[in-house]
């Protein structure tokens, strides 16, 4: 364990406590509207003390909290060791039964063609030898027709059962690849925000964005 000395919660709780009840009357007793200028420098004032105590709350805590940092790193590394070997076992068999399904798919859909192929050709046969005797019966235009609707007939439809699908089920998520960046829609680009602040940061007066207009707000500083 990378931190050895311990910390009470239970004393820090009680010492952020105090710290937090004198924030709370200095925040009622110091909160100035600034009408004129003697509320203005009041007002620079009380931000300056803020600065001051939240450095304070800040230095309080930051033992604290590296403590917990570091016990909440050596608790990750636990499970995380613990928690490896079954993901590589995990992501092992869900490849295992993901490439057998996939075979088992190209299987089940060559019988299904192979089967729908065979009554196609038993219906055939049977319109054939069935127009063959309306014409030997003189039936000429019956036969006609019997042929007509054969040639017509939709192909059949054979579906198998997906043994897989009864033992395993799946979740199907579709995602993406970028063949052509330059040819995707404008719907479905971001406008890099980062990258824009960076940019109005960095030239300030001088920025030029075609679409973008660059301003400047004035915040006191302490």
Sequence with gaps: MPVTEMISPAAIQEEVNASTRDIL???ESNKVEVVDLPSL???HAIRKLIGEKQKSVTQQLARPKQWAFGLHQWFCSLEKAALAP????DGYERE???AFDEQQ????QARERAIAEARRL???ERATAEAAALERAGEHQMA????????QAAPPVVVLENEVRAVQSFRRTWHFEITDAAEVPRDFCAVDETKLQRYATAMKDTAQV???RFYWVDTPVR
């Design 41 to 43: 420098a009041r007002a």
């Design 122 to 124: 038993a219906d055939q």
């Design 144 to 151: 006609a027709a019997v042929v007509a609707e054969a040639i």
């Design 105 to 108: 798919t190209r299987e089940r």
């Design 25 to 27: 009357s200095f925040v």
């Design 86 to 89: 079954l993901a590589i076992l």
């Design 96 to 98: 295992q039964i993901r």
């Design 210 to 212: 075609p679409g973008v």
